[in-house]
């Protein structure tokens, strides 16, 4: 709900605050006493426009316009604060700073932002009805959500939104798959060749490098030959060092118990190296043998690699990236191959993902339609109370030419306020008068439908009296159960219901607001219902429109 507005060196407004209650809140006073300005700077709070009355005061350097607001916990205001990294303590502060120049500033929660953010927000929060709207009820952009609210179409128009989803990746494969093919089949000729040569090649991982090393020890093949049979001579020759160990071994095993046992550790370490000695003779015996290969072998070995790296040359990647690059290659060969069947198997998949669209639109739609005509039944009944009796209300269901995420139709809500004239936009269709009223007609008819926001009036009793004054007072107080209503009124009726009273009055060109007492809102009513001389007679009237007004919640508390 609203909690408080404070205005400051606004048009003719030096300093007001004014602190609202749940329920209906009501401003009366005299014609050009500033209630609309009030109006104006709520408007400028929550984002609205800059106009003639919401500008700064003349003299002043600033005015400023603050709106506190006081939503329940998980408030879609209080998640687009969250989105917006915006710190929510608890209430929400929209403020909208305007210079004598024109130029304004938006702060929420003290935080500057964008204008298109407090209006998001200030929509969220408030709607404001009056003669200047262009949001809430008269902003087509509502109108689908507003019907589904209505009747309850949650889980079908959620259904629609997830088929939607479906149909889009969907179609997203397809393009992505004729994309690939048509660039795949471009250079398949390439693709084929390149299969062709990479698998004859048979590339693997590290033989470039293994290749590489044994090409150069068969090229140094003779003198590394030397040089191994030297060594292999100087471990197994006469005086090698297996003959040296042998003989040194042979010598401790002749020796006694007690000397063998003393040497024992010497004898198990000559033991070890005469065994490793061994094994280095038989593996550069391995090495000397390999060495004595095919001649031919060198040149084998030099082909394998200038094969490799002529392949990675001609494909611009190193030699260890070619069995990579050739399973590519088969990848997309196989593409090739198989992308007309995984195409058409695309295809079928958007014609289902198409046909679950359609039938769970049809499904909404079907919904829509009847919540549409209970909602044009709901409205009409709450016309011709309002002397709206000539005024026809539809909503208009126009298909889309293509699927979307929201069903098959556009929402729109029209109004016809001349018996046999054509439907039009609610704001481009009423007067000023007529549009206020009617607002207050498709309100209470979606009051239970309508997400909670404190809704505001601006003289919704305009031009009516009597009878149709008191119809506008009832559907307030009703809409006001459940919703914080604020409006501004010349009517007794309607002001009589209202849970807060607010007098706006002029003096010294200064607009001045006062919150009534029981005793001043009996004056304020007699004063409405006789004009400036106040007589018994109007103050008796004014009890009795009090009582009137107030009596159904105090019978309905006797009852319980």
Do not use: C
């Not at 030096?14 to 749940?22: D, G, I």
């Not at 000397?259 to 061994?278: H, V, W």
């Not at 669209?357 to 919904?367: G, I």
């Not at 979307?404 to 306020?417: D, I, P, W």
Request: hydrophobic share 45%; net charge negative.
């Amino acid at each position: 709900m609203l909690s408080a507005l404070t205005v400051r060196d606004i048009v003719l407004i030096e300093s007001a605050t004014l602190e609202f209650a749940p329920g209906l809140n009501v401003l009366t006073g005299e014609t050009g006493a500033g209630k609309s300005i009030l109006l104006d700077a709520l408007g400028l709070a929550a984002g609205g426009r800059v106009g003639a009355r919401a500008a700064a005061r003349p003299g002043a350097a600033q005015g400023s316009a603050i709106a506190v607001f006081s939503p329940v916990n998980g408030h879609p205001a209080r998640r687009l604060l969250t989105e917006s990294a915006i710190d929510d303590a608890g209430d929400i502060i929209l403020r909208r700073v305007i210079s004598a120049d024109g130029r304004t500033r938006a702060l929420v929660n003290d935080m500057p932002v964008g204008v298109a953010l407090l209006r998001d927000l200030g929509s969220m929060l408030v709607e404001v009805h009056g003669q200047a709207d262009d949001r809430g009820l008269f902003d087509t952009a509502t109108h689908r959500k507003l019907l589904d609210d209505f009747g309850r179409h949650e889980n079908l128009s959620a259904d629609v939104a997830v088929r939607f989803v479906e149909l889009e990746k969907a179609r997203q494969a397809v393009d992505a798959l004729r994309r690939d093919a048509a660039a795949v089949k471009a250079e398949a000729d390439f693709i084929h060749h390149a299969v062709e040569e990479l698998a004859a090649l048979a590339p693997a991982v590290g033989e470039e490098e293994a290749l590489a090393s044994s090409r150069a020890l068969l090229m140094n093949a003779n003198r590394i030959g030397e040089d191994i049979s030297a060594i292999i001579d100087a471990l197994s020759g006469e005086q090698g060092a297996e003959s040296t160990i042998a003989a040194a071994l042979k010598r401790l095993g002749r020796m006694g118990d007690e000397a063998r046992q003393a040497a024992s550790t010497a004898e198990a370490a000559l033991e070890q190296a005469f065994a490793l000695t061994e094994e280095a003779r038989r593996e550069l015996g391995s090495l000397l043998s390999r060495l004595e290969l095919d001649p031919q072998e060198l040149e084998k070995r030099e082909d394998r690699l200038y094969a490799l790296r002529d392949a990675a040359r001609k494909y611009g990647v190193t030699p260890d990236r070619l069995p990579a690059l050739l399973a590519e290659f088969e990848s997309k060969r196989d593409a090739i191959e198989t992308g007309d069947a995984r195409i058409a198997e695309a295809d079928k998949a958007v014609v289902d993902m198409l046909s679950a669209w359609q039938t769970a639109a049809e499904k909404l739609s079907e919904a829509r339609r009847k919540a549409a005509s209970a909602l044009e039944t709901a409205v009409a009944g709450e016309l011709k109370p309002l002397k709206l009796g000539h005024a026809r209300f539809r909503v208009a269901l126009v298909p889309l030419e293509s699927e979307s995420g929201n069903g098959a139709e556009r929402v729109a809500f029209e109004l016809a306020t001349v018996e046999g004239a054509s439907f039009g936009p609610l704001a481009k269709i009423a007067s000023g008068g007529e549009l206020a009223r009617f607002s207050l007609a498709l309100k209470v008819a979606l009051a239970e439908a309508s997400p909670p926001a404190a809704l505001v009036f601006d003289e919704v009793d305009r031009g009516v009296g009597g009878a149709v004054a008191d119809a506008v007072g009832e559907r307030l107080q009703k809409l006001a159960r459940s919703t914080q209503v604020l409006l501004v009124t010349h009517s007794p009726q309607v002001a009589a219901r209202a849970n807060r009273h607010f007098r706006i009055s002029r003096t010294s060109n200064k607009t001045q607001v006062h919150l009534l007492s029981d005793e001043e809102r009996l004056e304020e009513l007699a004063r409405m219902l006789s004009g400036a001389a106040i007589t018994e007679e109007a103050r008796a009237a004014a009890r009795r429109l009090l009582t009137e007004a107030h009596a159904p919640k105090k019978a309905k508390r006797n009852r319980v």
